[in-house]
């Protein structure tokens, strides 16, 4: 980059990002095979069964705005406020 370009390192990368850059077609356009959902289990991996999270039953579906709607945020806060040396850090 040109020290002249410094100033317009925003507006650079705004033009040289643009789809009409990436003019290859993708590997979907192209045939190429879709890749597994999962990754391969390798060899001789042991495969460890881990319980069903409390409230999930098996078989069970939910529906993404129903687990949208019931989400629950876990934040645990400090009953100190924050110094300024550690916002600036």
Not at 24 to 34: D, E, F, I, T
Request: glycine share 8%.
């Amino acid at each position: 980059m040109e020290p002249q370009d410094i100033a317009r390192v925003g507006e650079l990368f705004q033009e040289f990002t643009k789809y009409r850059h990436f003019t290859a077609p993708s590997l979907m356009v192209r045939g190429a095979p879709m890749p597994g959902a999962e990754k391969p289990v390798p060899p001789g991996a042991v495969i460890v069964d881990l319980p069903a999270p409390p409230g999930i039953h098996h078989g069970q579906a939910r529906g993404f705005f129903d687990i949208l709607r019931t989400r629950r945020s876990r934040r645990d806060y400090d009953p100190e406020p924050l110094a300024l040396k550690d916002l600036a850090a």
